[in-house]
């Protein structure tokens, strides 16, 4: 401790005073490597404890996702909730009390270091420098010759000042000394003890958090010993579990016939596959055990089949259903099980006829209503219908694929028809490549309808077979599946035969553009007016562009007949811009691209070019900046094309997404009042509670606009929301979505409502 004896004898800088000086500053080395390790330990303190709020802040996430695991038992999630707010307040306490620790501990002590500690090192080094000048004046003023009486008195003069600069020094420094040894004590205790009151807070609350839980725990203490009670239960009713297995045995459940059988395959290898079989509604259907929810028909009408066994079959307990047009093998696995299908088979095929009796029995006697077997029979006639109406279009008389005879699948995405074969290869490419349909027995809507009609092998494979030469090893009706398969794959999706778009043809030209489709007649003569109207406009059109000789128009070499073959459906398509002309707006060639070839043909309405779009690759997510980050879908909705906007989005373009200003493509139809666009983003769950920049959403604007029939499909639609969070939902608005889907439109969208109630059949 530097004392105030200390200064006289710094000013004769005596051995005293060195000696003292050396202690003290031994001292100081001490304290300052102790310190060094405070600040050591105290920063490896605070990081594990931040590692360890970190880990329980993870685990309370954790402990939050593993409450969704109960979300239909309202008393358990309450209980998860609870602990995990009490497990974030803990951590947000511990946070407070490193803080607390970082400041008072780690900043005060760093700063002592840094500032004082380091401040008396300088002194030091000053020190030692002045005292090492006075010591050479001393040496020199003592070396002086007595005859030179110049030299001494230069000597004398600076040793007087070296000596005065050193006695300064020197109480400089002893300054320093006791000013830190003073100030040492106030900071190590001050930052010591504003810690320890952290530390008392910290407990404090935590104190006060584990009293407030006291009553949750002791409740959730005595759930727990009545769940206990619950397992013990339930573990003593199923200790007779295995006794089931006997009583099954004796004992079939009642219900519906079901169970697994093999089925054989319709493929060139004839492959058994286990599936899970069940007799409903008088069809016969079948599922995987795991990773389908629904059941997939193999027979839709029983009365049209019979069951025998299979006596020529090489494996035991077979047995066929067989139709006017296909058989299908299947085997038991027992002898029991064997007869036990058969008899159920048998009865449920005398059911349906007895049943279909009884219809038309009640139908006799009931003038004024239709028996189910009479719609049935009209729903029949209406697929043969639409089937043979589009095996009609271009090329759809034949797979597309490998060119079979009479397809009756369809790939409603890619626009095609396909055979069986071809079908199942498609169905193995996942839905994301093609979604497959029968065109005999699913249900088709209309703008589905729509989009095939507009498409066609020919046109579908004018561009995905542009490139296709004698090399290549294509599909036939008679070849083996794994040619098939691999032809398909190169076809669809790795896209081997699809031409680049090349714009070096097309350079002479400075602009290009997309030429509009719109089909309105639908008998011939109208047809004919319409096809020689449309080859007037070309002709028109092609004069000016050979005069001009600007502007590329794109998707001539795609356009389909001008003929619908889909007579039952109004083939007008609600688009509402431009249609005094023949293009949409242009663009210079430099920008020319599959993405941008897709925005501009689906303002459009061209499918055939949007097709050839998406085979170049075009990018579904694209939002154009120079539009407003308007997507593919917005162009479809501005065209007021139903059938554009249903082909993006059995292609997997997005449906909610929005543009600059927060239009999503259900705020844009809504705005220009397009009912029959706004019942198909609906269908497709669109979400109308998005908001735009303004903080409106769909229904706001239907509402603002006076849109009686928009307004009510969106309130329909958010009490379908409501009542499937409640009780699972209905059919009501499904089917009152599929008959706005029937009505007919004008140009701008609104339905048209007959004035007679007779609805056209076709």
């Known amino acids: 401790m530097v004392t105030s004896d200390m200064l006289p004898e710094a000013l004769r800088d005596s051995p005293k005073f060195r000696a003292q000086l050396g202690k003290e500053e031994a001292e100081i080395e001490t304290l300052e490597s102790k310190l060094e390790r405070i600040l050591k330990t105290c920063g490896v303190m605070v990081d594990s404890g931040k590692t360890f709020v970190q880990h329980q802040t993870l685990f309370a996430n954790a402990l939050w996702d593993l409450s969704s695991c109960f979300s239909s038992d309202v008393e358990t999630l309450s209980k998860f909730n609870r602990i995990i707010q009490a497990l974030k307040e803990m951590a947000k306490f511990q946070t407070i009390l490193l803080d607390q620790a970082s400041r008072t501990i780690l900043t005060t002590i760093s700063n002592f270091l840094k500032e004082?500690?380091?401040?008396?090192?300088?002194?030091?080094?000053?020190?030692?420098?002045?005292?090492?000048e006075f010591d050479g004046a001393v040496s020199k003023h003592a070396q002086a010759p007595k005859n030179k009486p110049l030299e001494i008195e230069q000597a004398t003069g600076i040793l007087q000042a070296t000596?005065?600069?050193?006695?300064?020094?020197?109480?400089?420094?002893?300054?320093?000394?006791?000013?830190?040894?003073?100030?040492?004590?106030?900071?190590?205790?001050?930052?010591?003890?504003?810690?320890?009151?952290?530390?008392?807070?910290?407990?404090h609350q935590g104190s006060d958090l584990c009293e407030s839980l006291q009553t949750f725990l002791r409740k959730l203490n005595d759930d727990l010993s009545d769940l206990q009670k619950g397992s013990k239960e339930v573990e003593k009713t199923l200790t007779t579990r295995h006794a089931?297995?006997?009583?099954?045995?004796?004992?079939?459940?009642?219900?519906?016939?079901?169970?697994?059988?093999?089925?054989?395959?319709?493929?060139?290898?004839?492959?058994?596959?286990?599936?899970?079989?069940?007799?409903?509604?008088?069809?016969?259907?079948?599922?995987?055990?795991?990773?389908?929810?629904?059941?997939?028909?193999?027979?839709?009408?029983?009365?049209?089949?019979?069951?025998?066994?299979?006596?020529?079959?090489?494996?035991?307990?077979?047995?066929?259903?067989?139709?006017?047009?296909?058989?299908?093998?299947?085997?038991?696995?027992?002898?029991?099980?064997?007869?036990?299908?058969?008899?159920?088979?048998?009865?449920?095929?005398?059911?349906?006829?007895?049943?279909?009796?009884?219809?038309?029995?009640?139908?006799?006697?009931?003038?004024?209503?239709?028996?189910?077997?009479?719609?049935?029979s009209s729903n029949n006639n209406r697929k043969t219908k639409i089937w043979e109406q589009l095996a009609r279009i271009p090329g759809n008389e034949l797979c597309c694929d490998c060119k079979s005879p009479e397809p009756r699948w369809a790939s409603i995405n890619l626009g095609v028809t396909l055979c069986i074969d071809c079908s199942g290869v498609h169905r193995s490419l996942g839905v994301h490549y093609s979604k497959v349909?029968?065109?005999?027995?699913?249900?088709?809507?209309?703008?589905?309808?729509?989009?095939?009609?507009?498409?066609?092998?020919?046109?579908?494979?004018?561009?995905?077979?542009?490139?296709?030469?004698?090399?290549?090893?294509?599909?036939?009706?008679?070849?083996?599946?794994?040619?098939?398969?691999?032809?398909?794959?190169?076809k669809w999706v790795n896209k081997d035969f699809v031409a680049p778009l090349?714009?070096?043809?097309?350079?002479?030209?400075?602009?290009?553009?997309?030429?509009?489709?719109?089909?309105?007649?639908?008998?011939?003569?109208?047809?004919?007016?319409?096809?020689?109207?449309?080859?007037?406009?070309?002709?028109?059109?092609?004069?000016?562009?050979?005069?001009?000789?600007?502007?590329?128009?794109?998707?001539?070499?795609?356009?389909?007949?001008?003929?619908?073959?889909?007579?039952?459906?109004?083939?007008?398509?609600?688009?509402?811009?431009?249609?005094?002309?023949?293009?949409?707006?242009?663009?210079?060639?430099?920008?020319?691209?599959?993405?941008?070839?897709?925005?501009?043909?689906?303002?459009?309405?061209?499918?055939?070019?949007?097709?050839?779009?998406?085979?170049?690759?075009?990018?579904?997510?694209?939002?154009?900046?120079?539009?407003?980050?308007?997507?593919h879908l917005h162009q479809a909705i501005i065209s007021g094309s139903v059938m554009a906007c249903e082909y993006l989005l059995l292609n997997g373009v997005p449906i909610n997404v929005q543009d600059a200003i927060g239009n999503t493509p259900l705020h844009l139809a809504t705005q220009m009042g397009h009912t029959s666009q706004v019942c198909l983003l609906l269908k497709h769950r669109a979400d109308q509670h998005i908001k735009d920049d303004a903080g409106v959403d769909a229904l706001d604007t239907a509402i603002r606009l006076a849109n009686a029939d928009i307004v009510t499909l969106l309130r329909l639609g958010r009490l379908n929301e409501e009542m499937k969070v409640e009780s699972g939902g209905d059919e009501t608005f499904d089917l009152i979505v599929r008959d706005f889907s029937q009505l007919s439109f004008d140009s701008n969208g609104k339905v048209v409502r007959p004035e007679s109630s007779d609805t056209p059949n076709g």
């Open 437 to 490: 349909r029968s065109l005999t027995l699913d249900a088709w809507e209309p703008e589905i309808l729509k989009v095939m009609a507009e498409l066609g092998n020919e046109i579908v494979n004018k561009i995905y077979e542009a490139k296709i030469d004698a090399t290549v090893a294509v599909a036939t009706p008679t070849c083996n599946s794994l040619v098939r398969e691999a032809y398909i794959r190169r």
């Open 244 to 376: 089931l297995v006997n009583q099954m045995e004796e004992n079939p459940l009642a219900g519906p016939m079901q169970g697994y059988l093999f089925k054989r395959t319709s493929n060139a290898f004839k492959s058994w596959h286990r599936r899970w079989f069940l007799l409903k509604d008088n069809q016969l259907v079948y599922r995987k055990r795991t990773g389908e929810d629904s059941y997939t028909v193999m027979e839709e009408d029983l009365r049209l089949c019979t069951v025998k066994p299979a006596m020529d079959s090489e494996r035991r307990f077979c047995f066929e259903v067989v139709t006017p047009t296909r058989s299908h093998m299947l085997q038991a696995d027992s002898d029991e099980t064997f007869q036990n299908w058969i008899s159920a088979l048998q009865q449920a095929i005398s059911a349906a006829h007895n049943q279909s009796c009884e219809n038309i029995r009640g139908s006799s006697s009931d003038s004024g209503g239709l028996c189910k077997n009479t719609e049935d």
């Open 116 to 132: 004082d500690v380091k401040g008396v090192w300088d002194s030091r080094q000053h020190f030692d420098k002045v005292s090492s």
């Open 502 to 631: 090349s714009i070096s043809p097309l350079r002479p030209k400075r602009k290009w553009s997309v030429r509009k489709v719109r089909r309105r007649a639908k008998s011939m003569e109208n047809n004919q007016k319409h096809k020689s109207l449309k080859e007037e406009g070309r002709a028109s059109s092609c004069q000016e562009e050979s005069s001009e000789a600007e502007v590329a128009v794109l998707g001539d070499d795609l356009s389909s007949v001008a003929t619908s073959p889909l007579e039952e459906l109004n083939s007008d398509d609600d688009s509402t811009d431009g249609e005094d002309n023949v293009t949409v707006d242009e663009e210079d060639i430099s920008k020319l691209s599959p993405t941008r070839l897709l925005h501009k043909a689906s303002k459009a309405h061209n499918i055939p070019v949007m097709c050839h779009a998406f085979a170049l690759g075009a990018n579904k997510l694209w939002a154009d900046p120079e539009q407003g980050n308007r997507t």
């Open 163 to 203: 000596a005065t600069c050193f006695r300064h020094t020197a109480m400089d420094h002893v300054y320093a000394l006791s000013m830190l040894q003073s100030k040492q004590k106030l900071v190590i205790l001050g930052c010591l003890s504003s810690y320890m009151q952290a530390n008392v807070t910290y407990f």
